[in-house]
Structures are given as structure tokens and as C-alpha cells.
């Protein structure tokens, strides 16, 4: 059985906006997060919040991740972009006619298609 210190977690400042303090997150757990006034409080929060979620995994019988396992991806993700691409992004799904979201996901695929074809 892993140990919780075995899980990597990544920290971030949170603006006066969202409170301030520090966020932890654990890249095995999508929905695992925590926070603290410090980054040492942010991390000892984060391990209790990561004790209580293998613990609820556990109980209802789901798959714990393995530490470096990256989780299981929910597909999900939020990317923030500077307000003039975000206005380009727009007016070519518009003109597309299709959703921001599928614009972003084409142009994604595509790219990750020509990388493929390189390495």
C-alpha cells in the first residue's frame, strides 16, 4: 500500500479574489484539493484531504490511483487564454459554426496529430 507522502501534489498561489492563501492539489485525485493561509498549512490540509478521499474510495469499494499515476482523466479541463484570443477563438467558432468547445478540441487533436508525425 502506498504511503500519502508517495502522492506528488502541485501548489499555487490564490489571488485575493479566491481568498488568498495557497491551493493544494493532487494530480492522482481530479477532485482532491485543499488550501491553507501558508504553504506548510496547504500541505498538512492536503493530506488530510487525501487521507479522506482513499479512505472513501476504500469504503465504496473504487480503485485507489497508484502515486504517479496521473489519475483517471476526466476529460475536463480549464485552460485561461489572454481576452484577445479568446475573442478570435470565438468569432471563428462562430464563423465555423461550431462551439468554442469544439473548435479548441479540433485545433488540439490537430496539433497533436502533427507532433505525432514528428517525434
Not at 31 to 44: L, N
Not at 63 to 77: C, I, L, T, Y
Amino acid at each position: 500500500m502506498s504511503k500519502l507522502t508517495d502522492y506528488p501534489f502541485e501548489i499555487r498561489p490564490l489571488t485575493a479574489a479566491e481568498g488568498g492563501g495557497f491551493l493544494i492539489s493532487f494530480p492522482d485525485f481530479s477532485e482532491c484539493i485543499s488550501d491553507g493561509e501558508t504553504v506548510e498549512e496547504a500541505i498538512a490540509n492536503g493530506r488530510d484531504a487525501l487521507m479522506a478521499t482513499i479512505t472513501a474510495l476504500t469504503e465504496k469499494g473504487f480503485p485507489v490511483p497508484a502515486p504517479n499515476s496521473g489519475g483517471v482523466a476526466s476529460g475536463k479541463f480549464v485552460a485561461r487564454v489572454p481576452k484577445t484570443i479568446h475573442a478570435q477563438l470565438a468569432t471563428r467558432a462562430k464563423s465555423e459554426g461550431v462551439s468554442l468547445n469544439t473548435l479548441v478540441l479540433a485545433f488540439i487533436a490537430e496539433g497533436l496529430g502533427r507532433r505525432e508525425h514528428h517525434v
